[in-house]
């Protein structure tokens, strides 16, 4: 229900008013500000060939890495073949809920099974686990400090 709002002649009242209003339209842009970054970190883009393909992060299970390429192995549809370097992908997302866990392989934490014998089961492959790397890992995996 709407309410009419008469102006009785108090100056303040009207300026407290419009100062709410412009604290309210700030807030929104702020929040719409922080859905939309979030949005865009969640995708980014691949080139493959000739073509440029959108993945989004939560569907990659792990990529594997084949000297210049890169393999990304996805949750749908088949892997992607991309000519950027292993390097690049672990810049890009080591704080997003990746892992480098061996020099070939970066692994997504949420779609590990189990760990057993420094092998990691993500569906039906399994990847190793460098000693190198066994630190990070548990370390992400909050097992040790």
Same mark, same amino acid.
């Given at each position: 229900?709407?309410?009419?709002?008469?102006?009785?002649?108090?100056?303040?009242?009207?300026?407290?008013?419009?100062?709410?209003?412009?604290?309210?339209?700030?807030?929104?842009?702020?929040?719409?500000?922080?859905?939309?970054?979030?949005?865009?970190?969640? #995708?980014?883009?691949?080139?493959?060939? %000739?073509?440029?393909?959108?993945?989004?992060? &939560? @569907?990659? !299970?792990?990529?594997? $890495?084949?000297?210049?390429?890169?393999?990304?192995?996805? #949750?749908?549809?088949?892997?992607?073949? %991309?000519?950027?370097?292993?390097?690049?992908? &672990? @810049?890009? !997302?080591?704080?997003? $809920?990746?892992?480098?866990?061996?020099?070939?392989?970066?692994?997504?934490?949420?779609?590990?099974?189990?760990?057993?014998?420094?092998?990691?089961?993500?569906?039906?492959?399994?990847?190793?686990?460098?000693?190198?790397?066994?630190?990070?890992?548990?370390?992400?995996?909050?097992?040790?400090?």
């Amino acid at each position: 229900m709407l309410k009419c709002i008469t102006f009785d002649g108090d100056a303040s009242t009207l300026d407290a008013l419009m100062g709410y209003f412009e604290k309210l339209d700030k807030a929104l842009a702020d929040v719409q500000n922080v859905l939309h970054k979030e949005q865009a970190e969640q #995708t980014f883009f691949v080139k493959e060939g %000739s073509r440029i393909i959108r993945v989004l992060r &939560e @569907e990659i !299970l792990y990529l594997e $890495g084949y000297g210049d390429y890169v393999k990304i192995h996805r #949750t749908n549809g088949k892997p992607l073949l %991309s000519q950027v370097s292993l390097r690049k992908f &672990e @810049e890009s !997302l080591s704080s997003k $809920g990746f892992c480098r866990v061996h020099r070939s392989y970066i692994v997504a934490i949420a779609h590990i099974n189990y760990i057993e014998r420094k092998r990691i089961r993500i569906g039906s492959e399994l990847i190793p686990i460098s000693d190198s790397y066994l630190p990070a890992l548990m370390k992400q995996l909050m097992l040790q400090e």
